[in-house]
């Protein structure tokens, strides 16, 4: 009995272990390969370096979508538009063809000040869900562990190995 609950609990310990591991890499590699990108024009302050940025991300997107990292959707079931990696991937686009038109206006005019508040609106909240769905469909597809509920029933799994591990064993130390 003692060695069936010790396996139990270093299994649990293991198994958290490796979902601990996998959502490290999967973090630094999607920033490292990906969102950085983003964040860096976010953080840049003329049009032409936040376009350059920009078409890197679509590249870079669009390069680990044909290598296979991202799935169709950020969905197992019930897949929509909203979580679909294309859908939110022509989005991304208007933005920048909206940057390259932007380049050929006055600084001064109405129209300039109206497209450089749709961009800022864009990058500042709005783009939060669409970045979100690109993580998501690139974590199902590369890291299922980490990803949603499956990354969730995994959670559940190895907590119940430890919870009835650590249970078994502290019943033995109140019986002594």
Not at 20 to 36: C, D, G, M
Request: net charge negative; hydrophobic share 40%; charged share 15%.
């Amino acid at each position: 009995m003692k060695t069936f609950f010790t396996i139990l609990g270093l299994l649990g310990l293991t198994l958290m272990g490796i979902q601990l591991r996998e959502n490290i890499v999967a973090e630094y590699h999607y920033e490292k390969t990906y969102a950085q990108l983003w964040q860096l024009a976010d953080k840049s302050s003329t049009i032409p370096a936040k376009q350059d940025y920009i078409k890197q991300f679509v590249t870079a997107l669009k390069d680990g979508k044909s290598k296979g990292e991202f799935a169709d959707n950020n969905a197992v079931f019930l897949k929509t538009p909203n979580n679909s990696f294309d859908a939110n991937l022509k989005a991304l686009e208007t933005l920048s063809l909206r940057l390259t038109e932007i380049q050929n206006m006055n600084p001064s005019s109405f129209e300039y000040n109206t497209a450089i508040q749709q961009i800022t609106a864009q990058e500042q909240g709005e783009a939060h869900q669409m970045l979100s769905e690109f993580q998501g469909c690139y974590n199902l597809n590369s890291y299922s562990l980490v990803w949603g509920w499956i990354g969730g029933i995994y959670i559940c799994f190895w907590l119940i190995c430890l919870t009835v591990s650590a249970a078994y064993w502290f019943s033995r130390l109140m019986d002594m």
